[in-house]
């Protein structure tokens, strides 16, 4: 192991440690006779063969947000069943977000609950899913609408995993590196890491702040009762996008559009000025275009959010970098910066479709 | 309110209350916004009338153990989630243990959480699956596989809705009073109460000291990392056979089966003299017949009982009532104890047979 990893300490009920850093999956051992991996099915067969080297069974999911159903919950959950796999057995993932929503969930409920380890293998994996115990499946109506709370036992969190990382699925990790920063404070906003940084130091130490931020808020409030919805910054809409483009919009690249809009009605209630970053953090990001430019069809889709209580939906809003808070806003108001928000965004995609104008034709091969 | 109604602590991290007695349904009120009752279908409309006047949406469940599948789980949900029911909205049951199970683990995933309450309608339902927070279906491969830990807010259990009970169903019932009289002490075990007693004062206090039995040894152990495993007296064999039978023999049925074997099983291990009062038990209840007669059968839906670890199965034995502990048992000394047990069921059966045969035929209206 790398004298430089670093190991962040989440202080729940049973703390466990985040390790980030390098060779780490080389000599896994686990204090359990019995260990099912589960693994996103489109990972280096190299990768996976490293790991499932040390464990008994192995249970590919499809990739990405497809694995998040009540359907593959039950089949990987009757895998298990098959196999005997008795209350002290562990289950590990090994994959993004997604794979450890699904296998955190299937963790959580087989025979009421057995260990979970998670090895994330995206920077958006490493970065948000890693931390807080939050596991859970999509339903038809909704992203997160089904799941538990369920700490990992141990997270190892290996750079190594990321080199096979697509250049989009690298930037949205960086959309969640970026919230973070803006919930820490004004200083802590990091520089926007290209893939090419992935062997900088400064990168290694960057991704362990970032993963801190996200622990200290949810040893503070394990079960989101109150701050640890702070996280959801950009979220409401961004969650709403993502559902509406039928994931064509990955989660990341959503996640930026909505720090944009939160920065925009943040001005709108309480005139913070951190528009222009979160502005220049899209342009850097490049999504996919936005799946509707009607704010009625997203209304819906919004009010599905977890922060929605019978008395209506709150959005977190900033106070400039560093003061989140939560707050009812006004539909008119939510309106007028969904308008600023097209504008902005628009901006963006001219400018971006000026820079692609001005550079040679890419030649085919 | 009546009274003669006893409560019942539950002191588990949030305590709760088990109310019992009569006329608690006619006047419930719950500090919830939106309440969504899930509800056994073949219960009296009058009954469901009654309490689904109070809520804003009701969502039928197929009857008795069918509802206690993934497939079910996931229509409620869908159901909830079409209705936007948000995080501080409540699920109440109204049904058996089979009802609350399916509701409870609803309640548990929904939203990673939501507010639960409980009215069992059986005895059963009041007696073991009202306290403990167990929720959770049951996989293709076997009972209870997939579930969580969800604690209700409170539970009301009203006799009333014990009137309707078919004679076998509330003989269910007494096989778990009966076993929880066994784990307390020799004077605790009651007396074989028939459904005509229902109004008789000693029933309602006699149900309410064996709710007690199992509220604290929840309270000492509310996630079955010991103690609590006591409460299985008689499960392991009585799971196999209740899955054995593909449920045409009932849950209570199998446990007075199960008790009869834990009682066998202890004699042979502790020369314990409890079997006798298994034998009369299980005489008074006339179960249905067994499944098999062949233990090999048995033998792998046992190694799927969650006291299953790594290191093979454990069994519930009783030193006496009151003295239960758990231990492993040598496979011959299990076939043998079955084989005894075969034995008591069948001079059980034969004069059973003999008292139907004194007995006038009865007339066909």
């Known amino acids: ?86 209350r002290d057995a562990a289950i590990v993932a090994l994959g993004g977000g997604a794979t450890s929503d699904l296998a955190g969930y299937v963790a959580a409920s087989y025979l009421r609950g057995v260990a ?67 919930l820490e404070r004004e200083a802590a906003v990091p520089r926007f890491f290209e893939k090419s940084d992935l062997e900088q130091p400064d990168f290694l130490s960057t991704l362990a702040r970032s993963i801190r931020v996200k622990a200290e808020i949810v040893a503070r409030d394990p079960f989101e009762a109150g701050e640890r919805a702070h996280l959801n910054l950009g979220h409401t809409l961004g969650h709403a996008l993502e559902w509406a483009s039928n994931h064509s919009l990955s989660h990341g690249e959503a996640i930026g559009y909505g720090l944009l809009y939160a920065a925009i009605l943040s001005r709108l209630e309480n005139r913070s000025t951190w528009m222009g970053k979160a502005a220049e953090f899209l342009e850097w990001m490049r999504p996919s275009p936005l799946p509707t430019r009607n704010f009625e069809d997203l209304i819906p889709l919004m009010a599905r959010d977890k922060k929605a209580t019978s008395d209506g939906l709150k959005f977190v809003l900033l106070d400039g970098p560093g003061n989140p808070y939560t707050a009812r806003v006004a539909l008119n108001r939510q309106h007028q910066a969904f308008q600023e928000f097209l504008k902005v965004v628009d901006n963006i995609e001219q400018r971006a479709s000026a820079s692609r104008s001005l550079l040679p034709t890419p030649e085919v091969p």
Request: overall charge neutral; proline content about 7%; charged content about 20%.
């Open 116 to 182: 979970f380890y998670n090895l994330p293998t995206s920077l958006l994996g490493m970065v948000d899913a890693s931390v807080g115990g939050k596991t859970g499946v999509n339903l038809p109506e909704g992203k997160n609408l089904v799941g538990a709370f369920h700490q990992p036992r141990a997270v190892w969190a290996d750079l190594e995993t990321l080199q096979s990382l697509p250049e989009r699925v690298w930037k949205e990790g960086m959309a969640e590196m970026f919230k973070h920063g803006l």
């Open 1 to 86: 192991m790398d004298a430089n990893n670093q190991i962040i300490s989440v202080n729940v009920e049973a703390p466990y440690n985040v390790t980030v850093g390098w060779n780490l999956l080389e000599r896994l051992e686990l204090p359990h006779k019995r260990v099912a991996l589960i693994y996103d099915s489109k990972l280096p067969s190299s990768l996976v063969k490293k790991v499932s080297s040390h464990f008994e069974l192995s249970i590919p999911l499809p990739s990405g947000e497809a694995c998040k159903s009540l359907e593959v919950h039950a089949k990987v959950l009757s895998e298990l069943a098959k196999h005997a796999f008795p």
